[in-house]
């Protein structure tokens, strides 16, 4: 995979040429809508390549049913499960920096989405940390994912929370998979309105 420049201002290419475009252009788009993972790659250039679509709301929306219907038959098949969750464990940590290989950083959408989970009340901040720790020991290789959309702290623990005294995998990837999603909608709708108002 060819990283973005990271000096360029990032943009969407127009929806109709992604079929003709180069996989590095792909790739590359794809990890604008979504946290960079070769196994989204892997199952998303095939879907880009053969079918055509009239908006990336369609295309994003075409990609969540497939990892739902991934999500409903890898029950049995400890190979699809590790797939599927290296896609939904590639989100960053809520209110905590994205630690990869090569200390990589969040992403520029991720630090915007975040931005209002970060720094504050210390006590917060440290119980945040410990939800963190306990969803993923409630459900080994996946990470909490939510569609933040402004929401404080305070939400977003309580939702935490929920989820893991509800204690149900198969609903977890549901959920991580459709705030994936939304993420994705969220940063298309943003990146094309800054390439509109850039013209």
């Known amino acids: 995979m060819s990283p973005l420049n990271p000096t360029a201002t990032p943009f969407l290419p127009a929806i ?23 196994e989204l790659h892997s199952l998303a250039l095939p879907t880009i390549r053969t079918c055509s679509f009239a908006s ?25 499960k590790k797939k ?6 590639s989100h960053p940590r809520l209110g905590a920096p994205k630690v990869k290989q090569e200390d990589e950083e969040l992403s520029e959408q991720s630090k915007n989405e975040q931005k209002q989970l970060r720094g504050g009340d210390e006590n917060e901040a440290m119980r945040l940390a410990e939800l963190n720790e ?19 702290r305070g939400v977003i623990m309580e939702d935490m929370e929920r989820r893991i005294k509800r204690g149900d995998i198969r609903e977890e990837e549901k959920e991580g ?23």
């Open 134 to 152: 306990e969803y993923e020991k409630a459900f080994p290789g996946l990470r909490y994912v939510v569609f933040v959309n402004g929401r404080g």
């Open 84 to 89: 599927l969750h290296q896609v939904l464990g």
């Open 56 to 80: 990336y709301d369609e295309l994003i929306d075409t990609l969540r049913g497939q990892l739902l219907t991934i999500a409903s038959q890898v029950q049995d098949d400890s190979e699809g």
């Open 16 to 38: 109709s040429s992604l079929p003709t475009l180069p996989d590095t252009t792909l790739t590359s788009t794809l990890d604008l809508l979504f946290e960079p993972t070769s």
């Open 177 to 199: 998979i459709q705030a994936m999603c939304d993420i994705a909608k969220d940063r298309a709708r943003k990146l094309l309105k800054s390439a509109e108002e850039a013209v």
